[in-house]
């Protein structure tokens, strides 16, 4: 049986996060959410608390799912900056998306954007996951510096900051309509960029 419950609040977040990306978190109401999720008020409020709740474990989860995505393609590249490469060719060229994948602009930004001021708990947390994910990039990129990956002079806290951001503003741009042609052309273009921090061999 617990196995089961497990099951269906991972069915329900991953139905949260479709939902909370198409409309955002405003803009979702509390039927929306018992619809999608299919889920009665009370249980809804049992499992998740609140709306609020439900959406910061929906983006906890989202930014896991990112975090996991990045690190495999590192792994299966042997490299960070080629597993960066990696992960964003298959964001926006690959033809085996899973779900998240398939809906390249950042919901971690969305809610940032979305958010209605300093004060809004959103925008503190997703400042907080953004954190997170620049934290995780600094400490691989550490890793490969340490490797030779990388020239001994690169600021990993620096680059990794710069990585965050390409991966992002890909997603985002990804958005625009672009053609594959402009899509593979601006992956070309980060990966020069990129060069100039590898240690030369």
């Known amino acids: 049986m617990p196995r089961t419950a497990q099951y269906d609040r991972q069915a329900a977040l991953q139905a949260a996060i479709a939902l909370f990306w198409r409309r955002g978190y405003y803009a979702t109401s509390l039927k929306d959410i018992e619809r999608e999720l299919d889920m009665r008020p009370g249980s809804l409020y049992s499992a998740f608390g609140s709306k609020q709740g439900l959406f910061v474990e929906a983006l906890d989860a ?57 004060e809004d708990p959103l925008r503190g947390k997703a400042t907080e996951l953004l954190r997170r994910v620049e934290l995780g990039f600094t400490a691989a990129l550490e890793q490969a510096k340490s490797a030779g990956e990388l020239r001994p002079d690169v600021d990993c806290e620096r680059l990794a900051r710069l990585l965050q951001t390409q991966v992002m503003g890909v997603r985002s741009f990804a958005q625009s309509g672009a053609s594959e042609r402009q899509l593979k052309q601006l992956l070309e273009d980060i990966e020069q960029v990129f060069l100039s921090y590898r240690q030369a061999h």
């Open 62 to 118: 989202y930014t896991a799912t990112m975090a996991d995505d990045v690190q495999n393609h590192i792994a299966a590249s042997g490299g960070v900056l080629s597993g960066v490469m990696a992960y964003l060719r298959w964001l926006l060229l690959g033809q085996k998306c899973p779900a998240l994948a398939a809906t390249p602009a950042c919901m971690v930004v969305k809610t940032l954007l979305e958010s209605t001021g300093d």
